[in-house]
């Protein structure tokens, strides 16, 4: 078929002169002032993402609060269950949420609805299972910023901390916590976190506050395959976030990815945002489509490489059904 190319123009003085002072081509100049990026500091901050600071994740709105809660679960020895979506991007979230809260010594599980049976989001039925199993605190991951009612109907039962990165409407959900950097009285620099993003963002405060490094760039390869798969704009923490999840990705220390990623041919190869956006995310996202997100959860957590490589085998068959 054929194609017709329309090559937006830029100024070609403007272009030259943002050449010569950050020491890149006209062409590469002349595309990044097509996007807005139009004096040195803005094209280090795109070429070079791993030179700057994360946002200090207490910009968020009710960070602290969503930490202080967790902290007195934890230190209480309460039930907590990470409450996630079946698509890629509350899969990767609940993964890396599960693994800090795990280092930190929470007793802690995940709940994520089955597509055809329950639907999206929260659901009455889940809650009120939860609650007879136990649950105090849910942690809401990539869902729960529309869920005003269900979450208003388990007042007095269970505690929710809603981290979503949708849109909320005029009102908030009644929980301990509503962290969202859509929210009208947000100032976080970055609105565009994928709902992994900001659980990764909640991962970085309980590191800090509870003084685990290990937890403050938990799982960055996750964190990016999740945030690929979202298809948020790669800019900003975005693309600080993915650069850095690139590069640990054919190194990565998750069993069950690198079994993904070996079933999948990517073994020994650079891992770009394409090979995840057409390779590892579909095949992520696939178990919440035709069966149950559970088992690329599964795979994400698994330690033992002989079930990771039936778990990746099966989510490979899936994604060719």
Sequence with gaps: MR????????????????????????????VLLNRGIDNR??????????????????????????????RQAIDSREQIVVYGDYDADGITATTILLKCLKKMGALVDYYIPNRFTEGYGINQEALEKLYNLGISLIITVDCGIKSLQEIASMSGKIDFIVTDHHLPGEELPKAVAVVDAHRQDSVYPCKELAGVGIAFKLCQALGKEMANPACEEAALEIVALGTVADAVPLVDENRKIVAAGLKRMSTTQSVGLKALIDITG????????????????????????????????????????????????????????
């Excluded at 190319?5 to 020491?23: F, I, M, P, R, S």
């Excluded at 200090?56 to 202080?68: H, N, R």
Aim: proline share 4%.
């Design 3 to 30: 194609k017709i190319w329309n090559v937006k123009k830029c100024d070609a003085g403007q272009a030259a002169a943002l050449a010569a002072e950050t020491g890149i081509s006209t062409l590469l100049a002349g």
């Design 41 to 70: 500091e803005k094209v280090e901050e795109f070429l070079h993402p791993e030179k700057w600071d994360y946002h200090d994740p207490y910009l968020l709105p009710d960070m602290a609060a969503a930490v202080k809660r967790i």
């Design 266 to 321: 990517l073994a020994g190869r650079d891992i770009d945002s394409t090979a995840i956006g057409f390779i590892l995310a579909p095949r992520i996202n696939v178990a919440g489509r035709l069966e149950s997100a559970r088992l690329s959860v599964e795979l994400l957590l698994c330690q033992d490489s002989e079930q990771a490589v039936q778990m990746a085998e099966r989510l490979n068959e899936l994604n060719h059904t």
